[in-house]
């Protein structure tokens, strides 16, 4: 049993965590919470440095559906960027408080969720962040941004599924933290960030879009621009991985959190 | 509050660690050379019981000391009563909300200012923001710290470490408390209000658990003390003639600290 109603009872602790991590982590930085959008910011001055001489001036402006390639890397990046924050913090959150662990009863899952959380709140300022460029650059807004909540859903049991699964895998073998590295720079690669994913075919489409990260990407563009409506295979396809993820972080967390304090 | 007849009892807990001396940090490097040809096998890993077969209850309000020499047991029993850990044998049954202190370092958070370690600690124990708020000056009163309260806490002395965590531990309104070895730093005007106020809780009916190597002042603070010895409970009972007995045993040279390695 997870106790969700104990993890109530945690809540004000919980917050503290969350509050605690953001707070030790940017308050002795020259730009403070600036370090959380200016990652997504440079990934995304880097591809649109280079991906815009690949190819011509229309088959960009035709993927994009018009809307400035800055514009559109960066609105993908947000949450990328907040799933592969998320996915970094959860691998070392059992680890790094192994003390407490070890000399204090909460619920466990308050560590990982902290890292989730503390990643949308990051999200948040990349959103706003967003909003700046897409005012610079004169993109209006879609109709759909009522829904943009929406998407926020499959980020989040994404990010706690792989977080989890991240977190509890760390406390036996100290290796994950490497392959977790290597496996969010590939992430990115095979994500439909940096490219529209009606650019692929045939294998490729499939491959990408068992990852869980395709359906919220496209999800996001398509509540801020109102381009690439997130096709019903890919969702179909997206949300079982999504959904697959999080049963089996719950379930493999719950097994071990009773013991993870004599490991840890 | 609880209004069960019995605050803790225990029927035969033990706990058995496995030490695994081929594999001590959890490499993956161990387990994939292990299924290679021709690898030597890993040596199974060495069990130690760190407790054995304890069986006791406490009845509500009131203050128990735990004592023994170093590794006899007493940390983790109250780490199996906290349910940081689960025994590997036997149960442990807690009636009512529980608050505890079982390492001081474990629950400050250095990098932050005692001011934040306040709300840090409180909701750790469960107390909400809104009652830390309530408390907030009687707590900085009692832990007579005001003049630091907003330097850093890796800036304190173990003693303000444990004005700070006490002060907050003073207000929980849990039923069970327990206190590992906290109160050896204190210096002795806080240590006299430190016993003084765990009294006050244990004639307001809570229940309160104390781990000390300190005897003179267990025989003060406490009603009953369990005595732990190679991960075992050897006596149990009234404070001031354990102390005098345990003093006696200490002094015949069977003292000093012990490991209860068995296969």
């Known amino acids: ?61 035709a993927s994009t559906g018009g809307v400035p390639y800055a514009a559109y890397v960066y609105c993908g990046m947000a949450p990328w960027a907040c799933f592969s ?11 790094d408080q192994s003390a407490l662990l070890r000399n204090m009863y909460f619920p466990r899952l308050a560590l990982p969720l902290s890292c989730v959380l503390a990643a949308l ?33 499959p980020l989040i049991v994404a990010s706690l599924g ?17 392959l977790m590295q290597f496996g969010i720079q590939l992430g990115l690669l095979v994500t439909p960030v940096w490219f529209p994913l009606s650019a692929l075919h045939g294998p490729a489409r499939w491959v990408v879009a068992l990852n869980p990260m395709t359906a919220v990407v496209q999800g996001f ?44 | 509050m609880s209004n069960h007849p019995v605050a803790i009892r225990c029927e035969g807990i033990g706990k058995r660690f496995l030490l695994n001396y081929t594999d001590p940090y959890h490499g993956l490097r161990a387990k994939l050379a292990g299924m290679l040809p021709g690898a030597r096998p890993n040596a199974a890993p060495v069990g130690l019981w760190a407790l054995r077969d304890v069986s006791f209850e406490i009845p509500p309000g009131g203050v128990f000391g735990v004592v023994g020499s170093n590794g006899s047991g007493k940390s983790i029993l109250l780490r199996i009563l906290a349910r940081v850990t689960k025994p590997t044998t036997g149960r442990a049954e807690v009636h009512g909300a529980i608050g505890s202190i079982l ?20 909701t750790l ?16 009163d009692f832990s007579g710290i005001e003049s630091q309260l907003d330097s850093l806490v890796r800036a304190y002395s173990a003693g303000m470490q444990l004005r700070l965590a006490f002060a907050v531990f003073a207000y929980l309104d849990s039923d069970v408390l327990l206190l590992d070895e906290a109160l050896s730093v204190a210096d002795e005007e806080f240590r006299i209000r430190c016993i003084e106020r765990i ?45 005098g007995k345990y003093l006696d045993h200490q002094f015949a040279g069977t003292g000093g600290p012990r490991t209860g390695i068995q296969p």
Not at chain 2, 111 to 117: Q, V, W
Not at chain 2, 204 to 231: F, N, P, Y
């Open chain 1, 221 to 264: 563009r398509w509540a801020v621009f109102g381009i690439d409506a997130p096709s019903p295979d890919v969702v179909a396809i997206s949300g079982i991985t999504t959904a697959a993820l999080l049963w089996v972080g719950l379930q493999y967390f719950r097994a071990r959190q009773e013991t993870v304090a004599d490991h840890v």
């Open chain 1, 121 to 153: 709140t990051e999200l948040l300022i990349s959103l706003a962040a967003l909003s700046v460029l897409m005012a610079v650059l004169r993109v209006p807004p879609s109709r759909n941004l009522a829904l943009l909540p929406l998407f926020f859903v």
């Open chain 1, 1 to 61: 049993m997870l106790r969700w109603s104990e993890l109530a009872a945690y809540r004000d602790f919980l917050s503290m965590l969350v509050w605690r991590e953001l707070h030790l982590r940017y308050r002795h930085t020259l730009i403070g919470a600036g370090w959380s959008f200016l990652n997504p910011f440079l990934t995304m001055l880097v591809f649109s440095l280079i991906v815009p001489n690949l190819v011509s001036r229309q088959t960009l402006a």
């Open chain 1, 162 to 178: 792989a977080g989890l699964i991240l977190a509890m895998v760390q406390v036996r073998y100290r290796d994950v933290f490497f």
């Open chain 2, 103 to 122: 390492q001081l370092g474990a629950m400050l958070v250095p990098d932050l200012t005692g001011r934040e370690n306040i709300y840090q600690i409180g």
């Open chain 1, 85 to 95: 924050h998320a996915l970094t913090r959860c691998n070392m959150s059992l680890v």
């Open chain 2, 125 to 140: 124990l469960r107390l909400s923001r809104a009652a830390i708020d309530r408390h907030f000056d009687e707590i900085i």
């Open chain 2, 199 to 243: 009294r006050g809780m244990a004639a307001r009916g809570k229940t309160i658990v104390v781990v000390s190597h300190e005897m003179a002042m267990m025989a003060d603070l406490c009603d009953q003390i369990l005595v732990m010895d190679h991960g075992r409970l050897q006596a149990f009972g009234d404070a001031r003639d354990i102390v």
